[in-house]
């Protein structure tokens, strides 16, 4: 037992390979039956969720599992068919999950960001989805100079395969965040496709509670002069939680920019979290400006947090590119400190937690929102406390 | 007046080749405002006796007590102790990653004090502690410790000591590695606390340096996990002069003829005192 974490640059663990020649198709048949030894499977438990990597999923359109908050201006939402043109505009699916979930789904949920003027978020919920596995499909498109925050919250059971594809107009400014709060014995594999237009900003945000294994994928093409994203995350593991984050940017205009801030807890016997961030700089992307981190904080024995950054450059002109990791314990002489100025245990654990992670929740943009995570997370911190 | 009391304190840390007794029967008494100084040769068990009366859970007392105005703390928690007025600058001040000073100084003030400053006085005090410590206004919006330098860790520790005013304060060598510049400094602090709230002060060092800026009342020698010796400032003018040799011998010295007594007890079949630690 103890807390182990791993970090490393992956050439160690790999023969050398560009991500850009990774595979991808929409069908499921195109994929061989991952057997866990995969660069991109070699971490999750798959054994927990082969029935949405290779099983027959139910595609049906989630209408009365998804609910709006509130309507809001300048945002919209309507179910559409496969063959609507926005499909496959953002990416393709890179691994066998996410084909599975494209080959299954029987309508997508389109959400169409187009005021130009800063309104309030626009929140959708999903909850209810039961223990049926399950393929879904969104497509949020911005339109050009169009400014938004999207919230997509996921709660309750469900065992989901699903691909969200982004796409950004040109000279759009949005932030998309997805909220994973769900119960402790849901299973969740999503990839998510951007496009970012020329001098548009992708922010894009992935909280990661709950669940019994979540698997959250990004994958951002950065395909226009200027286009721009700052990727964060914050997930909280508890006992026998897996929470995974393979982030993927792919700088391919010249002029590009990306920040990647993933932060996560870990608390309790069997969590586990998994960052993996790959950052590629095409030959044509000149004047790139890249830096991705993850940070993790240990808070008790019997956790295993997995930090792996890759980055692959290809042009020698670039103005930055850099990644960090760490992983750090919460460790008694913190504690020490901390009760020996007056502060209870249980305040001291909360004062670092909350200070470690806040960084990320401040980046939502939405105060009601951040204020109900910074609760949940507060929360997360009982647990097992 | 606030009276802390250590008394036939006992205490042992777990190692790897099992619990080692490191204090074998400490006696001290301080008054709110007098300023013991408690000197030693390293490995004297100076730094456990901090430790120890902060709480710390390394650190066990197998025998003795710590009172402070008649309530014994012993088995106190370390937060229970620090707001019944116990303060323990560090040696050695750790990290806290995400939790600024500011935010760490505000939550500590209303723990020590059971509400929340008043705002505005408290920003004032703040200012005015780091102004008087020389520290950059930039500190306040740092992560605490987290890439200080080991000047300004003593300067954190000391600016925590003037605004949590404390009935008493453990300086656990707190004149470790400061240029004399920053000694004085972090004394000035020291004798701040001291004026502005008659604070009790045990000062943990090994050399009389600090001594010339902070005047101790009485000067207790520590060798072997015990006051050997007790007297004014004078003493540690002695001891600069003549090293802690003199005590040392002595000591091994007692520790070999209580060895060698029970050895002859054992020989002729008695049983061996417990009092072995005396």
Avoid: C
């Avoid at chain 1, 179910?79 to 499909?87: A, G, K, L, V």
């Avoid at chain 1, 294994?213 to 226009?224: G, K």
């Avoid at chain 2, 074998?24 to 004297?44: D, F, W, Y």
Wanted: aromatic share 6%; charged share 25%.
């Amino acid at each position: 037992m103890g807390s182990r974490s791993h970090t490393d640059g992956a050439w160690s663990e790999r023969p050398v390979q560009t991500r850009s020649e990774r595979y991808a198709s929409a069908n499921v048949g195109d994929f061989d039956e991952p057997t866990g030894r995969e660069v991109d499977w070699k971490l999750t438990p798959i054994k927990l969720v082969r029935d949405l990597i290779n099983g027959e999923l139910d595609g049906s359109p989630l209408e009365s599992q998804v609910a709006v908050a509130q309507p809001v201006d300048g945002f919209s939402l309507a179910w559409i068919d496969r063959t609507d043109e926005r499909i496959g505009s953002a990416g393709l699916p890179e691994d066998r999950a996410s084909a599975n979930a494209w080959s299954h789904f029987d309508q997508a949920l389109a959400i169409d960001i187009t005021g130009e003027e800063p309104t309030g978020e626009f929140i959708v919920s999903r909850s209810g989805l039961g223990t049926v596995a399950r393929a879904a499909h969104t497509v949020i498109t911005a339109a050009p100079n169009s400014r938004g925050i999207l919230v997509l919250e996921n709660s309750g059971d469900a065992r989901i395969a699903e691909n969200v594809e982004i796409v950004v107009g040109e000279g759009a400014h949005v932030t998309v965040v997805t909220i994973q709060e769900w119960n402790d014995s849901a299973a969740h594999l999503a990839s998510h496709f951007a496009q970012v237009g020329r001098d548009a900003t992708l922010r894009h945000i992935v909280v990661s509670l709950g669940g019994g294994v979540v698997r959250v994928n990004p994958s951002i093409h950065l395909s226009s002069p200027g286009s721009n994203t700052e990727a964060y995350g914050l997930y909280f593991a508890d006992a026998g939680q897996h929470l995974e984050q393979q982030v993927y940017i792919d700088h391919e205009a010249e002029n590009s920019r990306s920040r990647v801030k993933y932060k996560g807890a870990l608390q309790g016997e069997g969590a586990h979290s998994v960052w993996i961030g790959d950052v590629l700089i095409r030959q044509s992307a000149d004047g790139t400006d890249s830096y991705e981190e993850n940070r993790n904080l240990v808070l008790s024995e019997g956790t295993r947090a997995d930090s792996i950054p890759n980055l692959e450059i290809e042009t020698g002109n670039i103005l930055g590119a850099g990644h960090a990791s760490s992983t750090g314990r919460f460790d008694d002489e913190q504690l020490f400190y901390l009760q020996s100025r007056g502060i209870s245990e249980e305040e001291a654990r909360r004062l670092v937690v909350r200070g470690f992670l806040a960084e990320i929740i401040q980046q939502i943009g939405a105060p009601a929102v951040e204020e109900r995570l910074t609760g949940a997370v507060e929360a997360e911190l009982t647990v097992t406390v | 007046m606030s009276v802390l009391e250590i008394r036939d304190l006992h205490v042992s840390v777990d190692t790897e080749q099992g619990a080692k007794q490191i204090l074998r029967g400490v006696n001290l008494t301080i008054k709110q405002g007098e300023t013991h100084a408690i000197m030693g040769p390293n490995g004297s068990g100076k730094s456990t006796l901090a430790y120890a009366i902060a709480g710390h859970p390394k650190y066990h007392v197998t025998s003795g007590s710590i009172v402070l105005d008649g309530e014994d703390l012993t088995a106190a928690t370390v937060d229970a102790r620090a707001r019944a007025g116990v303060f323990l600058a560090m040696q050695y001040p750790v990290e806290i990653p995400g939790v600024t000073v500011t935010n760490f100084l505000r939550t500590a003030k209303t723990a020590i004090d059971g509400s929340a400053p008043p705002i505005r006085t408290w920003v004032k005090d703040v200012r005015t502690s780091m102004e008087n410590l020389r520290m950059d206004k930039a500190f306040a919006e740092r992560n605490v410790n987290e890439g200080f330098s080991g000047g300004e860790k003593k300067r954190n520790e000391i600016l925590q000591l003037e605004l949590l005013k404390p009935k008493f304060a453990v300086l656990d060598e707190t004149d470790s590695g400061l240029d004399v510049d920053a000694l004085k400094i972090v004394s000035e602090g020291v004798n701040r606390a001291k004026e502005n709230t008659d604070l009790g002060v045990l000062l943990i060092t090994h050399y009389n340096r600090i001594l010339r800026y902070i005047t101790p009342d009485f000067v207790h020698v520590f060798v072997a996990g015990q006051v050997v010796e007790s007297g004014g400032p004078e003493l540690a003018v002695q001891l600069e002069n003549e090293g802690y040799d003199t005590y040392v011998a002595a000591s091994a010295a007692a520790a070999e003829a209580i060895a060698s007594a029970e050895a002859a007890d054992a020989a002729a079949g008695v049983v061996a005192s417990p009092a072995v630690n005396a």
